[in-house]
């Protein structure tokens, strides 16, 4: 029984705080650990016990790990003090942090060394469905651990998809957040033509957006561009993040991926610009500069 199992949660940020307190509602044993005593005082609050990296790693059956990127993830498992040296076999780490498959596969192998069992399982979605409990979850791992842990993740997440292998979750994540940029950036090039043309965006988006053209992004992030709010959201830093791990990835595999590069030169100047804690959408921000325009103002 999977409730019977003590689970550790290492990371309260944005996502994990809500995630952690989604856990202690439906009824697990939750142990949770962030560097911000506030955070980890919040989830205690509703539930969950305190406990140190290592006692989470010495302890609970199952470790989840809620972390900004693959150097923190790798630190906190594989690093000095990493949970690596205190977990055994028969154990399970999830991770639900977005970062490089790569360095799954590499966490992945070390722990396979002593017998422990492992499943990347970023999520999209953002704080509001981390709050819902409505995220979607891209899992890579062996299917029978998949098939023991989903409940788990279904706590969390209204859907949760197997992708294939150990670094399948992360590497899905990376493609949905290259369409993702790639999306954006033509929406916002898009209404800035139509504008210098002379056409309205609005009239531009209600015609087009039933259309081949219409996506979820454009949806969102149209109404957005127009207003000039730039209020996150999906902030351009964590996508930048995600950038670089898509880069970085496809140098290793030797996949093309020019439409990411130039994405990420246009988020980077916007960080570069102060805008890094902006909404992506901002990105709308680099064609009003080029043109002198405001889209849709
Ligand atoms: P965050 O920066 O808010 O939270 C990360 C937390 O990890 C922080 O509270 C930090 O104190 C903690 N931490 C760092 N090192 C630690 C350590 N050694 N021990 C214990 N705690 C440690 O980030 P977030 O927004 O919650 O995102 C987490 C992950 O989820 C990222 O990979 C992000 O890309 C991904 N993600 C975020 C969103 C979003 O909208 N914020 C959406 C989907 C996916």
Redesign the pocket.
């Given at each position: 029984m999977l409730k019977d199992k003590k689970i550790g949660l290492?990371?309260?940020?944005?996502?994990?705080?809500p995630m952690a307190k989604n856990l202690v509602k439906a009824g697990y044993d939750l142990y949770v650990?962030?560097?911000?005593k506030e955070?980890v005082n919040e989830v205690v609050g509703c539930g969950a016990k305190a406990a140190t990296?290592k006692e989470i790693g010495e302890q609970c059956d199952v470790v989840l790990?809620?972390?900004?990127?693959s150097p923190?993830v790798k630190?906190?498992m594989l690093g000095a003090n990493g949970l690596i040296n205190v977990m055994h076999s028969g154990q399970v780490f999830i991770d639900?942090?977005?970062?490089n498959p790569v360095a799954s596969k590499e966490i992945a192998a070390e722990l396979a060394k002593k017998g422990i069992e492992m499943l990347d399982a970023?999520?999209?979605?953002?704080?509001p469905?981390?709050i819902d409990a409505t995220?979607s979850f891209m899992v890579g791992g062996r299917q029978e651990i998949f098939d023991e842990y989903k409940e788990l993740l279904e706590t969390m997440g209204s859907s949760v998809t197997r992708c294939g292998d150990i670094g399948a979750g992360n590497t899905t994540?990376l493609a949905n957040q290259l369409i993702v940029a790639c999306n954006i950036q033509a929406l916002a090039e898009a209404l800035t033509l139509a504008q210098k043309a002379g056409v309205d965006p609005h009239l531009v988006f209600e015609a087009i957006k039933g259309g081949l053209a219409g996506s979820t992004v454009m949806n969102a992030k149209a109404p957005m561009m127009m207003e000039g709010n730039d209020a996150?959201?999906?902030?351009i830093d964590?996508h930048i993040?995600?950038l670089n791990n898509v880069l970085d990835c496809a140098h290793s595999v030797g996949a093309p991926v020019p439409m990411a590069a130039e994405a990420q030169e246009v988020l980077q100047w916007l960080h570069n610009q102060g805008k890094g804690a902006a909404d992506h959408s901002a990105m709308a921000q680099y064609y009003e500069k080029l043109t002198g325009i405001k889209i849709g103002r």
């Open positions: 290492i990371g309260l940020g944005i996502m994990g705080k650990s962030d560097l911000k955070s990296n790990t809620m972390l900004p990127n923190q630190q906190v639900m942090s977005s970062i970023p999520v999209s979605g953002g704080e469905k981390a995220l994540k996150p959201g999906f902030r964590l993040k995600d």
